[in-house]
């Protein structure tokens, strides 16, 4: 299995927050329409003094199917929620070891 975390540092407009919120609710609905995608979970930064806002933890099967995720529709769709206010993503992907 492989982990994926990604971070994502938003514009900190009124609007990105609410952004933020919608994205993290479509993500946490990926992993019933999007193969390979075991699990997935989402948090919004509570502490003001980070400069990170948003973060997604993703278990996949393989690295294959963390390019299939990146290009599956519903995933696109999700992104697209804060794209207008992303200004920056930082992202980690590795493989679980038993």
Same mark, same amino acid.
């Given at each position: 299995m492989t982990r994926h975390i990604v971070m994502f540092r938003l514009d900190g407009s009124q609007e990105s927050a609410g952004a933020a919120?919608?994205?993290?609710d479509a993500l946490q609905s990926l992993p019933e329409v999007i193969p390979g995608l075991i699990s997935m979970e989402t948090g919004i930064n509570e502490n003001p003094a980070e400069q990170w806002h948003v973060v997604l933890t993703a278990t996949l099967r393989s690295f294959a199917d963390i $390019?299939?995720? $990146?290009?599956?529709? $519903?995933?696109?769709a999700a $992104?697209?929620?804060i794209a207008p206010y992303r200004t920056d993503r930082a992202c980690v992907d590795y493989n679980l070891t038993d």
């Open positions: 919120r919608r994205f993290c $390019a299939q995720y $990146a290009s599956h529709p $519903a995933h696109v $992104a697209a929620i």
